[in-house]
């Protein structure tokens, strides 16, 4: 699978590092290529528009400032799947949107045509790294329209040592964002080396 990482940041290389280790084919997608900072990326760094034009799955890890910005950048994705690992989290860790609108919502507008999903999102890249503790793996919860783009990310969870777990439309995405920021208050008490997980009676 072809995949442009929009952005190459710590959370874009840990998730770059993690598809590249599976085998897929990761390229970054940046502003500005040639700018130093992006010298040790663990991939080739390409213009957003390069690196979304020659890739089949986006996933944009952007601060949520920089994220309308980045997707016009990219150009035309329609018809491209996009996973949205941004959190809309304004100052004072105040989400921007609320029960009645998401981020990821707010990233279908800015990027139409594209088959959005929400994913990667309510964890921290420690998780990414290792989402395994023990004989369990970490839950990824994801969310999108387009049933067949869910089953492409589900895989890539997976490919990565996750277990994907939808909770069905995009909508759910105004869940999921507050979710974000349980797992980022509660690090505050665990540390960052845990996760979601499922109890299930037999």
Partial sequence: MRIAILGA???GTTLGRRFADAGHDVVYGVRAPADPKHADAPGQVLTLADAASRSEVLVLTTAWAG?????RAAGDLRGK???DATNPI???MVLTHGTTDSGAEQVS???PGARVVKAFNSIGMEVMTNPRFGEARSVLWLCGDDVAACDLVSQLATDI???PVRLGPLQRA???EPAA???ITASATLGREFSWGILRRA
């Fill in 67 to 71: 994220a309308e910005d980045t997707l």
């Fill in 90 to 92: 304004g100052p004072g």
């Fill in 161 to 163: 040592g996750f277990e």
């Fill in 109 to 111: 507008r800015w990027a």
């Fill in 174 to 176: 105004r869940f999921l």
């Fill in 9 to 11: 940041g710590r959370v």
């Fill in 181 to 183: 920021l349980v797992w």
């Fill in 81 to 83: 799947v996009l996973i």
